[in-house]
Each structure stands twice: as C-alpha cells, then as structure tokens.
C-alpha cells in the first residue's frame, strides 16, 4: 500500500453544470477519501501561477481565461496510490481518446473545457496541495 494524496480541481464548466455532487460520488465510489475541500474563484495570477509550466504553449491564454470563467472546486484526495488511480478516474487530457465512464467522457466539453485536474506526480500533488491549503484545512 502507497498511501498518497493528490489535488482534483472541479472545472468550472463543470460546477457550472452543476456536476459537484456527482463527481464528488465517483470519487468515493473509487475509494478515495476526500480531507479537503473549498469553493473559490481564481484570480488570473492564481490561475497563470498554477499553470505557469504551460506559460508560452499556444493554449495558455484560453487555459486561464476558462479556468477564471466562474468558481472551482478544489479537493485533496487520498487513497491508496491516489495520484494515479484519480487520473484513471479522470481520462485523458484529450477526451476523443476517453473512455466511457471516466469523468472526461462524460463531462467534458472541449480540449480545454475538460471538467476536471488532478496531480500528474508526487511531486507536482504535493506542490499543487500547497498553493490552495495549509496544512490545518486537511483532516486526515
Ligand atoms: P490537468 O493538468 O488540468 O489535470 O490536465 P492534464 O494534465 O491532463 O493536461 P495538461 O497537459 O497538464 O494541460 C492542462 C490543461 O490545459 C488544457 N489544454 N488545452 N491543446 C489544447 O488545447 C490543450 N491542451 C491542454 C486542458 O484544460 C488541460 O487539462
Ligand atoms: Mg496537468
């Protein structure tokens, strides 16, 4: 067992379509355990620091502009081998390459209107953690 946490974002697209409640379901329905949660709007420098490895490719502008379009949910989740099991949960970036039943699939409007993040590795899961919860917002 690999205990790990990772950070979901709940799109706003996605909030927008009133989604919460159903994704928050398949989450715990993978078995993976919700220690944090909030509702927020980004600023455009929170959205442009959180994507900042992206700063320069030519979807950036339209990442931020959507990301600040309306408010996200941020979430940690924990769970055995969490980082990986939540991007399986998810889908892939590109959702013409989903599968059916990944939140992807199923919610996602475009490339960029995708629904839903989560962490790509450890490393990034404990960076991305850090820029919206200290470390008392997360019940254990
Ligand atoms: P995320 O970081 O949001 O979980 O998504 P990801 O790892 O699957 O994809 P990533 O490559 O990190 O891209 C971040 C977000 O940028 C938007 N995107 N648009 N070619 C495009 O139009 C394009 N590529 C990426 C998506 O919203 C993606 O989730
Ligand atoms: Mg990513």
Redesign the pocket.
Known sequence: MTIERTLS?I?PNAVKKQLIGEIVTRINQAKLNIVALKMLRLTKEQAEGF?A??QGK??FD??VN?MISGPIVVQVLEGDNAIKRYREL?G??DLSKATAGTLRADFADS????A???S?SLTSAEKEIAYFFVDSEIVG
């Open positions: 974002i799109k994507y490895e992206h030519s979807f339209k990442l959507f998810m892939p970036t490339m960029t209107e995708n839903v993040h989560g790509d």
